[in-house]
């Protein structure tokens, strides 16, 4: 990022790295306020109250399947199990002098132990990577939900409490420029895996609080009025 304006405080996210590596020319370069702007948008539509319930109830949905998993993964263990248990007790009843037998019967009851083992690994991979909810964590961001467009536009807010939400919902955004549309692509990567995608038109440098065209021309013309 940089700031530029007669203040110095208007930013501007240009790309140098191609720049400083091999000193070729900047790939992207864009104004930040708009940028800024719909990401502020964006992200105050995603924490409002109306998406935190449907994000809650998603993950009850989502919680139940889960659970639908690991009760199934449960039954296979037991089935194993029970294979396991049987393969055992018919290599433990065979007559030690059969060695073919007993030999096949022991290779069956190590392939049971061992998708015994496969079963139980699926088990504990699954629900290490069962996230730990908390319904008073829900009931916190419902709460934030209601007051942050109000905290966030308050003058007082400090930036850095705003970065800090920020980083607590968006992972990271992709710009891009689409030149045949001139427009600004954002790829916003929000925390849990879902994208959102925003298009702006690409503006020249000062745009932003420039006059509009229809403006002038309606000055233009109470001007040749006047002079007629």
Partial sequence: MRYTGTKHNIPRYPCWRGLLDNGEARCIAFGGLRVDDAIEEALLQ??????IAAAAETEV????RRDQVRDALGRDLEAARYAADRAF??????????RLVTAELE???NRALAYVGEIEGKIAAHDAATPKSSPALTMDFTALAADLPT?????????R???RVVRTVIQEV?????????EIVLMIHWIGGVHSE??????RRGQRNSTSADIIAAIRQLGADRQR
């Fill in 161 to 163: 409490l705003k970065k």
């Fill in 151 to 159: 905290v966030w536009s308050a003058p007082t807010t400090d930036a």
């Fill in 89 to 98: 007790r018919q290599y433990d009843a065979a007559d030690p002098e059969n």
């Fill in 46 to 51: 995603i924490v409002e109250p109306a998406a």
């Fill in 174 to 182: 992709v710009a891009d420029i689409d030149d045949e549309a001139s």
């Fill in 61 to 64: 949905q989502v919680a139940h």
């Fill in 107 to 109: 290779m069956r009851w």
């Fill in 198 to 203: 925003l298009r702006l038109p690409k503006r």
